[in-house]
């Protein structure tokens, strides 16, 4: 699903959507606090903006790259903390057109990669196509936040056929992130997206199979709800562990959401 023809604009469509979530919001709205312990929006916005930033010198500037992530790849919440103030010093107007000025930065970079090329990141190169897609998911996960701090539910395209296809590619992280050896045969996912669509991943005789709603994978993948919440089926006993345990990025899980923390 992951076209290198069409995930750098979707990256950006994306991205205009999340900040179709936060413009006009008052002060108040701004310092209100997300399902994220300690983080209200505008630390969220702060937080994409400093991601998309990096992004940017990754593809255009790999040697500024190297030495800024040097802290980072040690301890990447860390670096997120250190990085943030001069960010959240900007008022709400200033702080959506930086983020505006990184997230095109980052898309325009990346698209100019040879597809075939990759890309330095915290762990290992990627290819830019795969980078985009990550940076989709960082997307929707804050995205997720800033409409469930609001209240505001979102419209979901067909775009969210990139994040099904990084969940699945990502599959072991969230093993790894428990401490547990990834199974060495592949899964069947099938999940279908909003206008009907079904995108298929792994062999068609596979015995471990996972079914459901792209979005609700989406959520799981980003642990925004919890699998109790969600539309998801597993078969197999390893399917049905994966479930307790999936996350598309690297690192501790977290506390996650508790089950029935948001309603349907």
Known sequence: MSSPTTV?????????????????????????PTPAPGWTVKHQIAHLAFVS????LSAREPDTFAAHVADAKRNFQGAVEAALPPYLELSPDELV????????????????????????????PLPPSVLAAAGMME??????????????????????????????RTRDFGYHAHGLTPPQEEF??????????????????????????????????????HRADLALIAKGAEAD?????????????GAGRRPGQFAR
């Open 8 to 32: 750098y604009d979707d990256l950006t469509a994306d991205g205009n959507d999340v900040e179709a979530l936060v413009l006009g919001l008052s002060d108040a709205e701004w310092s209100t």
């Open 53 to 56: 930033r990096l992004a940017a």
């Open 241 to 253: 562990r994966w479930l307790d345990v999936a996350q598309a990025y690297r690192g501790p899980a």
């Open 97 to 124: 057109d930086r983020w505006r000025q990184e997230r095109t930065a980052a898309a325009e970079a990346l698209a100019a990669v040879e597809p075939t090329a990759t890309v330095p990141w915290l762990v290992t």
């Open 188 to 225: 069947r996912v099938e999940l279908t997206g909003p206008s009907g669509v079904v995108w298929e991943f792994g062999p068609a005789d596979a015995t471990e199979r996972v079914t459901g709603p792209a979005a609700d994978f989406a959520l799981l993948v980003s642990r925004r709800r």
């Open 139 to 168: 997307l929707f996960g804050h995205g997720q936040d800033i409409a469930d701090a609001l209240g505001r539910t979102r419209r979901l395209t067909d775009r969210i056929g990139h994040l099904a296809w990084f969940g699945v």
